[in-house]
């Protein structure tokens, strides 16, 4: 069966990628940092679908962690046929007033690690002539957003990378998307200091939606996926927008009311 590396499996999107393409009869590697909660993950999903689960725990922060986990994987003799570039977290506020460790371990977990594991595994897959990646961008990642400004940052980079290296594959049997949900229903909100948001509140995203939405654009090779008609069109309209105006509406959404 076909092997998808699955990376924020412990909760969230990734929770949700790894049990919808067990579900489709993948095997799965799946890692973390929660360890408990990833075997707790895989012996249901080994029990309901007859599938292989390996679980690597593995803050992909530390910055020898992918290097360190695809070593692991290499050592079990195992093949990743598919990619899921999921783990990630953003923290809203000042970003003079933010925890300097934090704001760099986002950086080093949004794009340092997910560029290192795509690295790692594409040699094989163009070698193989076939794999895919899909990697968590978000609809963040078309405009600037003060009071996220890192976290905005780090997607606008996710999106950049992915098209590009989309591009350079796409003639080579291997296929690479990025896909950008709008505000969706996991933990990412807690931990970001964001459920108090409107956009969280009243019109976040169904996580299973979003699963469904990315898996399928990776199935067809398309560079780009945006979760949800309406954050489609919010997308789009940034493409018209001025970037002075541009700033100042992400702003307002995220800026807290105190």
């Known amino acids: 069966m076909p092997t998808a590396l699955i990376t924020g499996a412990s909760a969230g999107l990734g929770e949700g990628f790894a049990r919808e393409l067990a579900r489709r009869g993948h095997d799965l590697i799946l890692t973390a940092r929660r360890a408990e909660r990833l075997y707790e993950i895989a012996a249901e999903l080994r029990g309901a679908h007859g599938v292989a689960v390996h679980v690597f725990a593995s803050d992909l922060a530390e910055a020898d962690a992918p290097d360190r986990l695809l070593a692991d994987v290499a050592e ?13 977290y953003g923290l809203r506020g000042h970003f003079a007033e933010q925890d300097r460790g934090q704001v760099l371990g986002m950086i080093d977990l949004n ?16 070698e193989r002539g076939g794999g ?19 976290y905005y940052a780090t997607k606008a980079f996710v999106l950049s990378f992915s098209e ?17 949900p709008g505000p969706t229903r996991t933990e990412f909100a807690g931990r970001a200091g964001m459920t108090d948001m409107p956009l969280f509140t009243a019109l976040a995203s169904d996580a299973d939606g979003v699963v469904r939405d ?24 940034t493409r018209f927008t001025p970037r002075l105006l541009a700033r100042k509406v992400a702003g307002s959404l995220q800026k807290r009311r105190d």
């Open 132 to 150: 895919g990646i899909l990697n968590l961008a978000s609809t963040a990642a078309f405009q600037p957003g003060p009071w996220m400004a890192v």
């Open 214 to 237: 990315g898996l399928a654009a990776l199935e067809v090779g398309r560079a780009v996926k945006v979760s949800g008609v309406v954050n489609a069109l919010m997308a789009d309209a």
């Open 76 to 88: 079990a003799g195992l093949t990743v046929d598919t990619l899921i570039n999921n783990a990630g």
């Open 111 to 126: 794009c340092r690690s997910l560029v290192a594991l795509a690295h790692g595994v594409l040699p094989q897959m163009l």
């Open 164 to 180: 590009a290296l989309h591009e350079e594959v796409r003639d080579r049997g291997v296929r690479v998307t990025a896909l950008c």
